[in-house]
């Protein structure tokens, strides 16, 4: 739960920032570059956290849920956030953008994890972790803070570390 509530803290710091700098960024621009990888990385942990705490509470089934066409779905909503992000990233003013891109990173985060069972929500977990540190590294470039660069760094590398351990402790694939 606290990794869900970190990763909205980012997520919405990066919805603040691009109000902020939308209309004075050049397109192509760095910060707009890091501004949209923040967001994207920290409101599909947001939600993907949701899931895995939701599934090792047992409030929602603990099983796999799949669906016909699961990878397809989850392919295109993916590339529509992605479209999305280089979209604003190149035009950061067509802001009408910005609520659709939201909400396809954080339907994404859901259908990331819903297809994995509640015995392997310790490894997501783990990645969760590094996806985590990785939005706040990315919003260290954005607000120019070298401490956020380096601290999201550290934390996103042990975090996906941390779940390759586990991956072949567990005796599964990455």
């Not at 869900?4 to 939308?22: C, D, Q, S």
């Amino acid at each position: 739960l606290s990794h869900a509530f970190g990763a909205l803290a980012v997520g919405l710091i990066g919805t603040a920032e691009y109000y902020k700098l939308a209309s004075g960024q050049a397109p192509g621009s760095f910060v707009m570059w890091a501004l949209m990888f923040e967001m994207l990385l920290g409101f599909l942990t947001c939600t993907a956290s949701l899931i895995a705490f939701g599934k090792l509470q047992e409030i929602m089934p603990t099983r796999p849920i799949m669906f016909p066409g699961q990878r397809v779905v989850n392919i295109a909503v993916f590339a529509g956030a992605l479209a999305c992000a280089g979209m604003l990233i190149f035009v950061p003013t067509s802001s009408a953008l910005f609520p659709l891109f939201i909400g396809l990173t954080l339907l994404f985060g859901v259908l990331l994890v819903i297809p994995i069972g509640g015995a392997d929500m310790p490894t997501v977990i783990a990645l969760l972790n590094s996806y985590a540190g990785l939005a706040a590294s990315a919003m260290g470039f954005a607000l120019d803070n070298k401490l956020l660069i380096i601290v999201g760094a550290l934390d996103g590398t042990s975090g996906f570390v941390l779940a390759m351990i586990m991956c072949k402790a567990m005796n599964r694939s990455f």
